[in-house]
């Protein structure tokens, strides 16, 4: 009888646990582009974002049953996401500063929207500090609001629009007038 009954549990353990992984696989589908797209802004390379989506979503699957809204989740991984590239600045072995002999060339480009990918605004971008490129990624191309982001986050939307206040004056300011001149996004018809 005690048998059966193990027998029993194990076979409904088994039921939960495979629409558990059913329910967890169809939104990982359907969320993993826009948490590749979130990882490479934050880290600027894809192997690294790609490590980082690996470990976001292997923090969602545990943890999958104790959020108690399916509305939430987004909202959940993004903060793992976002946590996790945190902590993975603080190490050490992270660090990109390269030496060189001479300096490099700036080579004149036109910026156009490439979700991040190889403009002079976003080399600027990279060179924000950890919190600041967080707060610009996730409120300029996320879109998120001041408040989602400062959710995301764990701070104070007040915090929000510091960081990202200082964000664009450093941008501002760093920003080479030729490369990021508003007329060269304009066709000839625009102007």
């Known amino acids: 009888m005690q048998a059966a009954t193990q027998a029993g549990s194990t076979t409904m353990a088994a039921g939960r646990g495979s629409a558990k992984d059913a329910e ?6 359907a969320r993993q582009p826009a948490l590749l797209r979130t990882a490479y802004l934050l880290c600027g390379e894809h192997h690294g974002a790609e490590d980082l989506v690996q470990v976001t979503l292997a923090k969602v699957y545990l943890n999958w049953t104790k959020v108690h809204t399916r509305e939430a989740i987004d909202g959940y991984a993004r903060r793992i996401l976002v946590n996790e590239h945190n902590s993975l600045w603080r190490r050490a072995f992270k660090k990109r500063e390269t030496l060189s002999a001479e300096m490099p060339e700036w080579i004149a480009t036109r910026d156009v929207y490439d979700e991040g990918r190889g ?20 409120r300029y191309y996320e879109e998120l609001s001041e ?20 964000a664009l004056a450093t941008l ?17 018809e625009e102007r």
């Open 24 to 29: 967890f696989s169809a939104w990982m589908s």
């Open 147 to 166: 408040a989602e982001t400062a959710d995301v986050l764990g701070c104070s939307v007040g915090n929000v629009k510091s960081q990202t206040s200082r």
């Open 119 to 138: 403009s002079a605004l976003w080399e600027l971008v990279q060179t924000l500090p950890p919190k600041q490129r967080a707060a610009v990624v996730l």
């Open 172 to 188: 501002r300011a760093n920003a080479p007038a030729h490369q990021l001149n508003r007329t060269d996004h304009l066709g000839e």
